[in-house]
């Protein structure tokens, strides 16, 4: 009767943390890792941080195109799941991970629970709405961070018995080690040395960026290139590269425009401490990623974010995000905005309050018996 739980990519793990914390001792466990995301920075790290157990299995599947990795994870997983015969799988969020681990206990007939159903940009050419979208279609129990979610998942026919308003697990993540953040002077040190640290004395943004739709395409990458040169014209900008970017920036030659903006201090992927430290002193974030919405409206920073769209409109209606695109006088004017006033100033939403995973737990503890 084990609760199987699945992780892949950065952000599944501050999901998972909370998760198994709250799991522990009520239901026995199993953790597979899926092995889609495998370097230091972009995993060991995290799991260190987070004080997420070891892995029972890791399928180590690697990197390759979205087809070929979501039907690797699918056939190292089946033998796992055969082997272990759980009584449910559980995934989070919206990875290539996550869709391949749901199919695979979908066609065994394993009940699955997703948490963070229901999210939709109503955007079919990003990966993971797709990945969203099955997923939930597969679940027993459905897991919710917002309430559009419920409205999204009835609408594509989900029974409402099986969907449980519970908060953000992430979001327990971010309330639990918020104290331990790593200060940024300590980041930029060891990253930048003292220059570094007297660049950004007063004041500085982060940036992150890593969708296929930002940075595979060279003219797009350029574009944003010279969008940050303008922003970082107006305040220092951090910016941890993401390894889909660094890549992309190789092939198409930009790292050498990049290496020459002067308030654009580059470095690798950070840890989930350093990040939070980054984005807890932040002026501002400007961002590509889901997590980070919804972690900048925790914390209260604001938030541009770099997509025509978001899955997560609650950031947009309570929190502290905008959604701008890439759209060079609509992301400078929020900037002027959030650089004269502190932006919007945003309340947290409901039920983000660091007990998500507790009534995950209880959901749960019902479901089984
Ligand atoms: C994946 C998720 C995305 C999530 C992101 C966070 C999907 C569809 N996408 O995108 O939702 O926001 O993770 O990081 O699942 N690479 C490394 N080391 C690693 C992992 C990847 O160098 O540990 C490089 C490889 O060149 C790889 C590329 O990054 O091809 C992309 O990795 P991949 O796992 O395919 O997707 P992400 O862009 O990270």
């Known amino acids: 009767n084990t609760v199987m739980c699945v992780v892949g990519a950065r952000p599944n793990f501050m999901k998972i943390a909370p998760i198994m914390a709250a799991l522990e001792g009520s239901v026995p466990l199993s953790l597979v ?12 790290l995290f799991f260190q941080q987070l004080g997420i157990p070891e892995p029972d299995i890791n399928l180590e599947v690697g990197s390759g195109s979205h087809s070929w ?6 056939q190292r997983f089946e033998p796992v799941v055969e082997a272990a015969t759980p009584a449910a799988v559980l995934v989070v969020g919206d990875v290539n991970s996550t869709i391949a681990c749901a199919l695979v206990a979908a066609k065994r007939q394993i009940p699955l629970i997703h948490v963070e159903a229901g999210l939709r940009s109503f955007d079919r050419s990003m990966p993971e709405e797709i990945n969203r979208i099955l ?30 308003f519970v908060g953000n697990v992430m979001i327990d993540s971010l309330l639990k080690h918020r104290s331990k953040a790593v200060a940024p002077r300590e980041i930029l040190l060891r990253s930048k040395g003292d220059a570094g640290v007297d660049a950004c004395t007063s004041g500085y943004a982060v940036l992150t960026l890593h969708r296929p739709a930002n940075v595979d395409d060279a003219p797009t990458l350029r574009s944003i290139l010279s969008l940050l040169q303008q922003v970082s014209e107006r305040i220092p900008v951090i910016f941890p590269v993401h390894p889909r970017t660094a890549a992309a920036l190789e092939r198409s030659g930009l790292h050498q425009v990049l290496e020459q903006m002067s308030g654009v201090l580059c470095m690798p992927p950070v840890g989930y401490l350093e990040m939070l430290g980054l984005m807890n002193k932040a002026r501002l974030v400007l961002t590509d990623s889901g997590g980070m919405q ?35 006088e609509r992301v400078l004017s929020v900037l002027e905005d959030i650089l004269a006033t502190g932006g919007k100033a945003g309340r947290i939403p409901e039920l983000w309050d660091g007990r998500a995973a507790l009534r995950i737990k209880e959901a749960l503890l019902e479901w089984i018996r």
Not at 69 to 74: F, L, V
Not at 139 to 164: C, D, M, P, S, Y
Not at 298 to 325: F, H, K, Q, S, Y
């Open 135 to 164: 997923t939930d279609q597969l679940a027993q129990l459905l897991f919710t961070t917002e309430r559009t979610a419920r409205e999204n998942l009835l609408r594509e026919g989900v029974e409402e018995r099986r969907i449980h």
């Open 33 to 44: 890792h899926t092995g889609q995301h495998y370097d230091t920075r972009m995993q060991t």
């Open 294 to 328: 919804e972690e900048t409206t925790a914390l209260g920073i604001p938030c541009i974010t770099l997509r025509d769209n978001t899955e997560r409109p609650i950031t947009v209606e309570e929190g502290t995000n905008t959604v701008t695109g890439i759209v060079p």
């Open 69 to 74: 990795q979501t039907a690797e994870i699918m």
